[in-house]
């Protein structure tokens, strides 16, 4: 099992062996990387950067990066679909969510939320996801 870990100052994500209560990795991102989401399937790891408004896509495998989205300002956590085919992300500071599109990794729209939102979680209803959006201001 691996653990992922942001180093915010570093501008890199920490791999470790949770077996063994090791460090195995350390990979470089974009500036000041802050939330973490794994794909449902556990292949893709996503990362948002805070400072550099961007969300990079590691493969959780091989722990190479993919892509580098750029996303809203100041991105400050991200929640998917069930399926896994969407990635929503907040950002704090343009008051928008991003959505991406997890199989192609471009970015579809921005969403104006207004100011701050922190914080979203998508629910798994039957028919369509619903998203619930909390906001620090």
């Known amino acids: 099992s691996k653990l992922f870990v942001t180093d915010t100052k570093a501008n890199k994500v920490l791999v470790f062996d949770v077996m063994r209560a090791s460090q195995t990795a350390q990979i470089p991102v974009g500036k000041s990387p802050h939330a973490l989401k794994l794909s449902p399937d556990g292949t893709r790891l996503f990362v948002a950067n805070r400072g550099g408004s961007t969300v990079s896509v590691l493969d959780a495998r091989s722990l190479k990066i ?36 997890v199989p192609s990794l471009m970015l579809k729209e921005n969403i104006p939320t207004g100011i701050g939102p922190k914080d979203i979680v998508v629910s798994s209803p039957q028919r369509e996801p619903k998203i619930k959006i909390l906001s620090g201001r």
């Open 66 to 101: 993919l892509s580098e989205i750029s996303v809203g300002e100041k991105p400050s956590s991200m929640d998917m679909t069930p399926d896994g085919a969407k990635l929503y992300v907040t950002n704090e500071l343009s008051g928008s969510i991003s959505l991406v599109d």
